[in-house]
């Protein structure tokens, strides 16, 4: 599991539970503060209607016809009120009157039957001087069909001649708690939701470094080359440098272990021939065998000057993971100036040179690893091309790349050695000596086209023998 994939599963767990308790406890401190809004004007309601009722008591006789005339006439008017989202059409709230034995004397609502005895919460507490209050429901399977009664004493001359209940259908109450909940159910999915996205764009900007070098260290792993991303950050820069560091580290072992055994092995045979040549020269040679023997000392000796030079070049190119120097580079007059250098020796194996330019191709990059990479390739065409033959050299734009193409018509890659020739020190040998060259020009070419963005390859050809070099520059 990625961090950014953790970060959202953790941020979402513990988000989730403590919006969930946070949810549950807002929507009941709302639901009861609704309901204690309601229940306050309620009390004051009780009260003053007791008090009316206690006005018109005569002789400790209770007298709630007119009370009960306006309270009818009330409910039967038409209203407009708009409460904030609802509208009130009408008067809602009920009355009832019991005597101070709790007899039901009138009920506005038509609940209670008069000269019953009622012996409901609100009743039995005013009755005793208490604060009665209660919630029922007038209907068992409507959960909206709840009802708040708050009771009020009526009293005359410090007598209690009865009670009256204010009743408060819960019904609107209720559409208001709803909605409230809805409110806040959808405002705090919104905010999950705001909260996710915010914790995983911040993750993916926290951890975007992380992937970076992440995907440095895997293209390092598989001898890519590989330039350290910028890392924001003391720690990450840190990290970053800790890993160059060891990139190098490991890097310089291994690269002075492979150089060792296979420079000892390049070695052997050159020095063993010049060995070979002296120990007979000291003896008495005739002239035309000393002649011989003396050429192959020279020879052998240039091979080893070769496989110095080279494999200084390729150290030096190695070690660079960017292009130090950059410049324009026409690539029309490189390709000239890398032929001539090898006219003698094109002239002396009867090769010629075809070339087919689709203008001048100026890149960005360094001219003398380019003219060497690409020297590289025509000496490789020029050992391989038979006598009498030519070699094709093309280039042109594909995309945003220049591929310069060197063509041979030689005896082509034999299939064993397709995935080993850009291998160090692997060579194969040339058709007409048999010899092998030092295994360090593909090499270099490859360094030399990775570090200019690009890459080589070599194929055969498909229209007959020989073989295809393709160099491939980022434009």
Known sequence: MSLTARFLLGFALVASVGLFVLFSQLIHRVERQYFEAVEEPMVDVANILAEIFAADAKNGVLEPQAVEKAIRAA????LNAQIYNRTKTQVDMQVYVTDAQGRVLFDSAGIETPGTISNHRDVNLTLMGEYGARSSRTSEYDPLSV?????????????TLGMLSVAKPQRGVLAFVWETERWLKWSIVTTVVLMLLGIYLAARWATRPLDDLSRHALAVSRGERSTSPHMPGHQMKTLATALEDMRDALEGREYVENYVQSLTHELKSPVAAILGASEILQGDVPEPKRARFLQNIRSEAGRLRDLLERLLHLAAIEKQKTLENREPVNLHEM????????????AGREVSL???MTGDHVIQGDPWLIELAVSNLIQNAIDFAPKGSAISVRSYRFDSNVVIEIEDRGPGIPDYARERVFERFY???????GKKS???????VKEVAELHGGSV?????ESGPGAKAMLILAA
């Open 427 to 433: 060579s194969l040998p040339r058709p007409d000596t």
């Open 354 to 356: 075809q070339r087919e």
């Open 457 to 461: 390859e070599l194929t055969n050809l």
């Open 147 to 159: 009802v708040m009664y708050v009771g009020a004493p009526i009293r005359q001359n410090d007598r």
């Open 75 to 78: 409910q039967q008017r038409q």
């Open 335 to 346: 390709l000239y100036r890398a032929w001539d250098h090898h006219a003698l020796i094109a």
């Open 438 to 444: 030092t295994g360090l020009g593909l090499c270099f």
